[in-house]
């Protein structure tokens, strides 16, 4: 099964970090890593806008979109895993976990996707939030293979 972060802007401050753990993602899933630039000039509104546009234009059909907002649906890591296995068993070709920028997503582009996560009720900077992603994405596949890398419970 195919899943991507489409992120928008590069990692910077914690790309190292981010690196690691893509490459390790894609150990267990046919990952990619997605960015679309940052829209620069007016308010918050219209660079929301421009940003989803290009969001948009990054989108493989067949893929579940799955915003990522402090408002969203809260997984544990074993739900997360969980959901991820019966998604690839599903009709689904793959899922995009999706990452706004500085003003987050587009109210309307949150609206089309399939759902929304929430990684934490604080906001976090969009690399930390990549970071996050990217790491959760690994510890779900070694859950789900039993590795010993996930130690919780839950």
């Excluded at 690839?88 to 109210?107: C, K, N, Q, T, V």
Aim: include cysteine; proline fraction near 4%.
């Amino acid at each position: 099964m195919r899943i991507s972060i489409v992120a928008v802007g590069r990692a910077r401050a914690l790309a190292a970090g981010i690196e690691d753990f893509e490459r390790r993602a894609a150990r267990y899933w046919r990952f990619e890593s997605i960015e679309v630039p940052q829209a620069r000039g007016g308010t918050s509104a219209e660079v929301c806008r421009r940003e989803a546009d290009n969001i948009r234009a990054r989108l493989r059909p067949g893929h579940l979109r799955v915003a990522l907002t402090r408002a969203g649906r809260h997984y544990s890591s074993l739900q997360l895993a969980r959901w991820l296995e019966r998604l690839s068993i599903g009709p689904e070709r793959g899922a995009h976990f999706i990452i706004g920028g500085a003003f987050g997503l587009d109210a309307n582009l949150v609206e089309e996707c399939d759902l929304s996560l929430s990684l934490s009720p604080f906001t976090l900077p969009h690399d930390l939030a990549r970071l996050v992603m990217a790491e959760q994405l690994y510890r779900a596949g070694t859950i789900l293979r039993r590795e010993p890398y996930h130690k919780g419970r839950d």
